[in-house]
């Protein structure tokens, strides 16, 4: 079993950068895959980025390419999204997901644990 906390959002004005952190609990996480997913109210659940268990592989939306970075620190069980250039159309809670079976994929139905999220708001 594996727990996932994410922390870090919050209030930020368009062009301005957030860390969301994501700390896993269970031995097993290190070899896991692991993504972030983001939702707006009243919109399904987006692909944002996606992690393999060793770190050596990055998949990152088209929308977010070139200003957000997935990365882990395996040995702290943590996983990060580095956000730079927020704009307004990022707003949403924003979720991280573990994948045991290590896909890497984009797609929720390929996630098995979720935290219960962190909200960003950028203001323009």
């Known amino acids: 079993q594996v727990q996932l906390v994410e922390s870090g959002g919050g209030l930020v004005q368009a062009g301005g950068s957030l860390r969301l952190s994501c700390a896993a609990s269970g031995r097993t996480f290190s070899s896991y895959a692991m993504g972030w997913f983001r939702q707006a109210p009243g919109k399904e659940r987006e692909f944002v980025a996606a992690?393999?268990?060793?770190?050596?592989?990055?998949n990152h939306a088209d929308s977010v390419k070139g200003r957000f970075t997935i990365s882990r620190d395996r040995a702290k069980n943590t996983v990060y999204l580095q956000m730079s250039s927020l704009k307004p159309e990022d707003t949403a809670v924003y979720l991280c997901a573990g994948d045991p079976f290590g896909r890497s994929s984009d797609r929720v139905s390929a996630y098995v644990y979720w935290g219960q999220g962190t909200q960003v708001t950028v203001s323009s």
């Open positions: 992690i393999s268990w060793s770190g050596g592989f990055t």
